[in-house]
């Protein structure tokens, strides 16, 4: 059987075009609908920064920008604000702490500290650190040049940061 070229040329099309077709539509066909798994939003989870939440739930309360004070000494408050924290690639959260003078009479009104936290290992360093007077001007800024990894002081404010922002059971 001696076939021309534009012969080879059009059956050669046809079976290249067909033979997708026939089968995608056949896969088409045996392929099934598989339901989505539903997500359970009441159990407990954590982010990829180790911080643990006992269900979504809480993790949506605390998107509101709010400061929650974490600890009270003779002199001042410690706050922090769920919505200032970073979770950077490495896993590591970068959290703002802010410190409230309790007695007014003193110049300083507040200060404000960037922590770095690994949760993880219960490490903490200071990244940065600025204090402000009663009218919100600056007295002192000051940033860190070489921030060294230090292991949480047992009772102590960072432990109480550290379990506050980490998330981990007292």
């Known amino acids: 059987m001696k076939f021309s070229r534009m012969a080879l040329l059009a059956l050669l099309s046809f079976l290249l075009c067909a033979t997708p077709i026939s089968l995608s539509q056949t896969a088409k066909s045996k392929r099934r609908a598989r339901p989505k798994p539903k997500t359970d939003y009441s159990k407990p989870f954590e982010t990829r920064c180790g911080v643990r939440y006992p269900s979504f739930d809480e993790f949506v ?3 509101q ?14 706050l922090y604000n769920p919505t200032k924290v970073l979770c950077d690639e490495k ?15 003193k110049r300083l009104s507040h200060s ?4 770095e936290l690994n949760c993880r290992k219960d490490q903490m360093r200071v990244l940065s650190d600025t204090s ?3 009218n919100g001007a600056v007295i002192r800024s000051e940033t860190v040049r070489t921030p060294e990894w230090e292991e949480v002081i047992p009772d102590s404010v960072g432990e109480t940061i550290l379990n506050t922002v980490c998330r981990k059971p007292v």
């Open 65 to 78: 920008d709010y400061w929650f004070e974490i600890s009270v000494s003779s002199s001042s408050k410690s």
């Open 132 to 134: 402000y007077d009663k």
């Open 112 to 115: 404000m500290t960037r922590f």
């Open 61 to 63: 309360k605390e998107t």
């Open 91 to 105: 896993g590591m959260l970068k959290v703002w702490i802010k410190a409230v003078e309790i007695d007014t009479s």
